[in-house]
């Protein structure tokens, strides 16, 4: 059997066909499993175990492509998980009468945080009612009155004892804004004028029967002696010390007398509020914090009772009272078991919480009432979502997250504390303790950055859920991939799906991962194409959704995203593009490319070409040459020339220049799957063997002539079929693959109706000796002993090529070397010519 015929691969191994009479129903209306996630027995045994380990730092990682599930299973998990724990306390933020600025962290059991809101609203409310009653008591009044009548008539008797004890010393004593004054007095004796009768006061003056005393003047003090002077200023110290006496005794009894009233209001406001406060704390548990903040709060209310009675008085007066409410910071249903938050924009305010400011005249104002919880303190004691690239893009969250997974409490601090040159005066609030579970889903790349790049990674995060790019194909996969589709199917109430059409998705599920054994677990492309499907169904009014409709979807799809590759089959077929798909040339061959998109990729040949000549520049890439190649590809190329060496240089040396170059190529070229293409169009431009244009070849070479594995073999083969067909198939067009990648192939339906109707061929080769054969049509030898090849073979063919190259080489340096003394000689004869001219 020739090589044409045993390497062709058979129809049934180019796309592997879902036996749709194993699935056993008609449509999917049909099953009554329950399957919603399949493929991912690691992932789920990771993701089960993290939910229920209750240590530290056993946080779960999970990772795995976007479009996995990834994100939807670990979320449904978590819901799963919480609704059987307890749920965690409410948190709430209350004034600090200690310490007005720093808030005071409470928790209460589930639910009663805000049953303490509106109780402590109420309370506020009732409070104006008693304290207003309790104050315009007349009882109350008249206690007041009489404390004050008592502290008044005892301060009259102070001061008239003052009086006489100065009158005593011939002084008098006057109030002035300045305080009290002592005056000196002076008695004078006068006379009482005929016919006038004598009056009690005169001029100011006391008079006793023929005497007057009157307050001495300035001048009449600076006209008495010293020693006069001296008695007087002794007199009036000791009366000066007297009333500071009486003074400081009156101060006393003030106070005295405020504290009495100060006393008697807090029997009043107690006797009022007493029975309130009682009811408050029956109505929750019994808690040493709450209890001693609630006897904190009832002094407060004594000490400020005005503001309640204002209030009360004056129902347009403005008068705070937030200082006696609460700030529900976190609160939980206490039916609905643990938290689970999802925080989709994890910015350092929205994960760790914040206070917030409000602008009141030009300044900025807060108080307790105005911290808010993040997501953090929203999922303690629960579950908490995050996406790791989302954490690492914003600033400082991700270090916040780290401190609080690792310190176990969180305290609310503005980044501008931080970051700010200047400290500014703010709230403080107390910390609160944090038990939380995260769950952090991310990519593969950046679970080992993070892995590589920060050391405390590991310490809080311990678990790791990998999500599988793809799973298992067969028999039992597939009926419970067409589960999945039921499912699919009844919840999102679409028509049924006919077991022909589950068995295409299973197929499309196989050609999103190229390989026959194997599905693709990316279920939200799978959950486009089923959504696709069914609209398509309902263009059609059909009552379910059949084969045809699956198939126009992924057609559909393709066309909307295939434009760029409309662009390059438009300029082929109008000659821009050179490929030639049919007759034989001698070093060039028809290489193939994938074109990568976001949205699609697909394949493209390429024409390579190649020219060979005497020299010691070995094989060159001109691609190379400019920069336009990656590292993959160079080594590919440095591979030919071992190639090279071990097939011809065992018994000779080579002497060899080759040019190799991708025709009309003007982008970056990387990977090695030419380069066994460009080995066979080195072959043929050393052997002479013209190569078949139209066959396309791709597969990787080893330095031993081994056809190895590539990526995107059904592109490559469905790119090439696209040119061929836009000239006409003449069924002897085909492609050459590696052996390794016919497990791969997942043709599409046009190239498998080629493939049938024998218009088109796929060979799979292990050998480049093999591959040379196709193309060629000469076999490529096999070396004998003596390291000589059959006459007329490849091998034997380029290994004459490159001896005829080395001794026609040879024969040229000897030449030149039988030259060269000659001309040195004729160098070394000196020049007599002007010896005349000396």
């Known amino acids: 059997m020739s090589v044409l015929e045993s390497r062709k691969v058979p129809l049934e191994k180019l796309r592997k066909k879902t036996d749709v009479a194993s699935l056993g129903f008609e449509t999917t209306d049909e099953l009554a499993c329950d399957e919603h996630f399949i493929g991912q027995a690691r992932a789920v045994g990771a993701i089960s175990y993290a939910l229920e380990a209750d240590a530290k730092g056993y946080n779960l990682f999970v990772v795995g492509n ?44 589930a639910g009663c945080g805000k049953k303490l809101a509106l109780a402590m609203d109420d ?12 104050f315009d008591n007349s009882e109350y009044e008249d206690n007041k009155a009489a404390l004050v009548k008592a502290f008044q008539e005892h301060v009259g008797e102070l001061m008239e004892s003052l009086r006489a004890y100065a009158g005593s010393q011939n002084f008098s004593i006057k109030r002035t804004p300045q305080g009290f004054v002592n005056l000196p007095l002076i008695k004078e004796e006068i006379e009482k004028p005929e016919g006038e009768e004598a009056s009690p006061e005169e001029n100011g003056a006391e008079r006793e029967s023929a005497f007057v005393t009157r307050e001495m003047q300035p001048e009449e003090f600076e006209k008495l002696s010293e020693e006069e002077q001296g008695v007087i200023q002794k007199k009036s110290d000791d009366i000066a010390t007297h009333t500071l006496e009486t003074l400081r005794t009156m101060r006393e009894r003030e106070k005295e007398l405020k504290e009495r009233i100060k006393e008697l209001d807090g029997e009043i406001c107690r006797t009022a509020i007493q029975p309130l406060l009682s009811e408050l704390r029956e109505k929750f548990p019994k ?85 808010k919880a993040g997501a953090l303190q929203k999922a303690c004691g629960g579950y908490l979502l995050l996406e790791a690239e989302n954490v690492l893009r914003q600033f400082m969250s991700w270090d916040a997250l780290k401190r609080v997974l690792a310190s176990g409490e969180l305290t609310i601090e503005n980044l501008g504390e931080h970051l700010g040159y200047i400290p500014v005066a703010s709230l403080r609030p107390q910390a609160m303790p944090i038990k939380v579970k995260v769950v952090m889903v991310g990519t593969y790349y950046l679970y080992h950055l993070l892995n590589l790049y920060d050391p405390e990674f590991q310490k809080i995060f311990k678990i790791k859920a990998d999500f599988e790019p793809d799973m298992p194909r067969d028999c039992d996969m597939e009926y419970r991939m067409a589960c999945v589709i039921s499912q699919f199917a009844r919840e999102s109430g679409h028509a049924p799906f006919t077991a022909a059409a589950v068995g295409e998705v299973i197929e499309c599920a196989s050609r999103l991962v190229d390989d026959q054994d194997r599905m693709s677990t990316h279920f939200n492309k799978i959950s486009e ?51 030639d798909t049919e007759g034989s040339v001698v070093g060039q061959i028809n290489g193939l490319t994938v074109i990568s998109m976001v949205d699609h990729a697909f394949g493209h040949p390429v024409r390579i070409s190649a020219n060979v000549y ?60 030419a380069s066994s293409t460009e080995l066979y169009c080195l072959l043929s431009a050393l052997s002479g063997a013209p190569l078949r244009q139209d066959i396309a070849v791709t597969g990787s070479v080893d330095q031993f002539g081994g056809i190895q594995a590539i990526g995107g073999v059904n592109e490559k083969i469905e790119g090439f079929f ?33 493939a049938s ?82």
């Open 66 to 109: 976007p479009g996995s599930g990834r994100t939807t299973y670990a979320l449904s998990k978590m819901k799963e998980r919480a609704e059987r724990m307890p749920p965690p306390d409410d948190w709430i933020y209350v004034y600090n009468f200690d310490e007005p600025g720093e808030p005071l962290a409470l928790n209460l059991p």
């Open 123 to 134: 309370l506020v409310e009732e409070l104006k009612v008693n304290l207003g009653k309790a």
């Open 287 to 371: 808690d040493e914090k709450l209890g001693s903040w609630m006897d904190k709060l009832a002094d407060d209310i004594i000490d400020n009772y005005g503001m309640f009675v204002a209030a009360t008085r004056d129902e347009s007066a403005e008068v705070d009272f937030s200082r006696f409410t609460v700030n529900v910071f976190v609160s939980n249903d206490p039916e609905q078991g643990a938290p689970v938050i999802r925080e989709t924009n994890p910015t350092y305010y929205n994960l760790v919480g914040k206070i917030e400011y409000e602008s009141r005249q030009g300044y900025l104002y807060t108080d307790f009432h105005r911290i």
């Open 529 to 579: 194409l089923l959504t696709e499907a069914t609209v398509w169904a309902r263009v059609d009014e059909s009552a379910i959704v059949g084969i045809e409709h699956v198939k126009r979807a992924s057609q559909e799809s393709v066309k909307r995203s295939n434009l760029v590759e409309e662009r390059y089959l438009r300029a082929f077929e109008t000659g821009v593009v050179r490929i």
């Open 614 to 673: 005497m020299g010691a520049e070995g094989v060159v890439n001109i691609e190379r040459e400019v920069k336009m190649t990656g590292p993959i590809h160079n080594k590919g190329l440095l591979t030919l020339s071992s190639y090279l060496g071990r097939m011809y240089a065992q018994d000779m040396p080579i002497s060899i220049t080759a040019r190799i170059a991708f025709e009309q190529t003007y982008g970056g070229i990387e990977g090695d799957s």
């Open 722 to 754: 696209s040119y061929c067909k836009s000239r006409g198939l003449t069924g002897s067009q085909g492609v050459i693959i590696p052996s390794g990648n016919v497990r791969h192939l997942m043709l599409r339906d046009d190239v498998m109706e080629a």
């Open 757 to 838: 109707a024998g218009l088109f061929t796929i060979w799979a080769v292990s050998t480049i000796d093999e591959g040379m054969e196709i193309l060629t049509g000469i076999p490529a030898g096999e070396a004998r002993p003596d390291g000589t090849f059959p006459d007329g073979t490849i091998h034997a063919r380029t290994k004459a090529c490159l001896r005829g190259w080395l001794e026609r080489s040879a024969k040229v340096k000897r030449m030149l070397a039988k030259k060269s003394p000659d001309e040195e000689g004729d160098e070394d004869e000196p020049d007599n010519s002007d010896s005349d001219d000396d």
